[in-house]
């Protein structure tokens, strides 16, 4: 391991790190991707912690993407030769793997900012470094502007912002003009190809492409395919298997590993195995890596030679006006394309395969991908910052101030739900509310339940809602998928149905063959109790009392249903008599979601969610009365 270590470009600036670490108190480092700036410099900075006098502080090292977290941290504990969750540790939401022995600790940018809730000068870190800053996620963007007044007050801290991209100027005027360390990489020349015509569809493409390179190309070297989901990586993989295992015993083995944020640490870790070995006729072995853009700057993966980049992503776009915010599969920014086609060079020269034309490239793309607080729903953060006693927030330090109009959302939203009083101020619910790492409507449902003697239950639906879809529908099965899934109905909607499978899961001892039988993702419901568990333990600490209705009154579904209005009031619709509904506070025509179970249309629903397609869709609703 070490001397694989060694071999990074980043150690060659081992000494010229260290000295600007001693004189500065922060600064920017820019490594391009596989440099080893993720996994080798917090080690250093803990090399210099332990070189101190006085108290041992520990060093933090922010992430994104909880994936790239889990898998840096495991590498490293590896390096160190320490057990992961001692020495070294990482933290997601919902999932702490750190100890009181813990000095380094790796966690999304959203963990340190909860952990600067009750610790607002961060007094347990001694470094802490903001890494893949370029990413501009909403976490790292309102980290960059705390941590600005926190160094003002700590003259011991010392903030490091690593970023993948050469446009760290920016860093570094925010920052005060800090000094800059530029680490460059070892890449190889990539030829970069564009497709003649638009493509029509894309994933179509991109399974054509896999397979025409895998037969084609003479070269050795491993295939990464970028798409922008779970489902069609799921979809892409099992195509490819199938058409490769079409062609016969001539063609080279293939090893096709999906990459995307909900697979299991043990099945991320796949995407370092080898790729499988020569036939006896010569024909080559190749590794297909299917993945999101987290394999675009986070995880490095060796012996990737060619990519294949149809240049879209999954992005959230947020509208103020009409309080939406949705994920939305969008063409990605040039700054991506280069880095998606920089993947290719890591161990020699390689290719890359636009699925888009050159002209498409030059004139449609934008230059950078917009910051995420730019385009979201700024509630939490709202609620989190007004936590952290950031009252002005017209006058907050950002990096890229949100627009006007978005802010005063937030603060009608959380007024609404009475997180802050009509000056402003937290209230002590809204104080609450900012414990629980949850969307402010969803805390406040939580934390309501218990006026409705209902807090077991909505605590199971909420645990439900915060992971992904649990209803499995395969494309060769689904009609039984649907059939099964009827089996959990509930007359008044798609919540009280998430309750239901949750409650025949336990009901089930949490079996594997149960879920598989009725068409449930299982590790959606294993996520589904860890996240019950933690809010639990939450409701716990503040003394909410968990509490159910008697399962024989007639109360016991109204009483659930009336603490759902309690958190998504706004978020309700009426039924017109066009048979179209209209959402009450910004009359915007919908339609009840095909996946919904409602087989009437209630005259008034809450929504959990609206969904922009090529209609606007409301999802998981509730049959809901007016007088609620």
């Excluded at 070189?51 to 994104?64: E, H, Y």
Aim: hydrophobic fraction near 40%; charged fraction near 25%.
């Amino acid at each position: 391991i070490l001397k694989k270590r060694l071999q990074l470009p980043v150690w060659e600036y081992k000494e010229r790190f260290t000295d600007i670490l001693v004189r500065h108190q922060s600064f920017v480092l820019v490594g391009e991707t596989g440099s080893g700036k993720t996994t080798q410099i917090p080690q250093w900075c803990v090399d210099y912690m332990r070189s101190l006098p006085g108290p041992k502080r520990g060093v933090a090292c922010t992430q994104p993407r909880r994936v790239a977290a889990m898998s840096v941290a495991q590498r490293v504990a590896d390096e160190m030769d320490v057990m992961l969750g001692q020495e070294v540790g990482y933290s997601i939401r919902f999932e702490d793997c750190s100890s009181a022995k813990t000095i380094l600790k790796y966690m999304t940018d959203g963990m340190l900012l909860r952990e600067a809730m009750n610790d607002p000068l961060l007094e347990r870190y001694g470094v802490i470094i903001l890494d893949e800053a370029h990413e501009r996620t909403l976490a790292t963007d309102i980290l960059m502007g705390v941590l600005k007044e926190v160094v003002r007050q700590r003259s011991d801290l010392k903030v490091i912002v690593m970023s993948a991209t050469l446009d760290a100027g920016k860093f570094q005027i925010y920052f005060d003009n800090c000094p800059l360390l530029t680490i460059p990489g070892r890449t190889h020349p990539v030829e970069i190809f564009y497709t003649p015509e638009p493509e029509r569809d894309y994933l179509e493409a991109a399974i054509r492409t896999v397979i025409q390179i895998h037969m084609c190309e003479e070269e050795e070297g491993d295939l990464l395919l970028f798409l922008t989901g779970q489902e069609e990586i799921d979809e892409a993989c099992k195509r490819i298997k199938r058409e490769i295992d079409d062609l016969g015993p001539e063609v080279g083995d293939i090893k096709i590993i999906p990459l995307y944020s909900t697979l299991p640490p043990q099945q991320q870790q796949r995407i370092f195995e080898p790729p499988p070995p020569k036939k006896q006729n010569g024909a080559i072995g190749r590794k297909v890596v299917v993945s999101t853009n987290i394999a675009e700057t986070s995880l490095t993966i060796d012996g990737v030679v060619f990519v294949i980049d149809p240049g879209f992503a999954k992005q959230k776009v947020y509208n103020p006006r009409i309080r939406v915010e949705s994920l939305l599969v969008t063409a990605i920014s040039k700054a991506s394309a280069q880095q998606r086609a920089g993947r290719a060079g890591r161990t020699r020269p390689g290719k890359c395969f636009r699925l888009y034309t050159e002209k498409a490239y030059k004139t449609e793309m934008q230059d950078n991908t917009y910051p995420e607080i730019l385009r979201s729903n700024l509630g939490s953060v709202v609620l989190q910052l007004k936590k952290l006693g950031i009252d002005d927030l017209v006058h907050f330090d950002f990096m890229d101030p949100p627009a006007p109009e978005t802010l005063m959302r937030a603060l009608e939203l959380l007024n609404y739900l009475a997180a802050l009083n009509d000056d402003g101020d937290l209230t002590e619910l809204g104080s609450m509310m900012a414990e629980f790492p949850l969307d402010p409507q969803l805390a406040k449902m939580v934390i309501a339940s218990c006026d409705y003697n209902c807090s077991n239950e909505v605590l199971s639906i909420t645990a439900m809602l915060s992971v992904p879809q649990c209803f499995v529908r395969p494309t060769e099965a689904k009609k039984a998928a649907d059939e099964a899934k009827m089996r959990f109905a509930h007359i008044d909607g798609d919540h009280l149905t998430l309750l239901n499978v949750y409650h025949a899961f336990k009901q089930n001892h949490e079996s594997v063959q149960w879920c598989y039988d009725n068409f449930i993702n299982y590790r959606s419901l294993m996520s589904a109790d860890n996240v019950r568990q933690q809010l639990s333990r939450i409701m716990d600490r503040f003394n909410l009392p968990r509490r159910s209705t008697d399962f024989t009154s007639r109360d016991y579904y109204i009483n659930i249903r009336k603490a759902l209005v309690t958190g998504y009031f706004m978020q309700v619709a009426h039924l017109e008599r066009t048979g179209h509904y209209l959402t009450v506070k910004d009359n915007q025509v919908v339609q009840l979601h095909p996946s919904t179970v409602l087989d009437h249309k209630p005259e008034w629903v809450l929504y959990n969610e609206f969904v922009l397609t090529t209609k606007n869709y409301i999802r998981t609703c509730t049959d809901i009365k007016p007088e609620w």
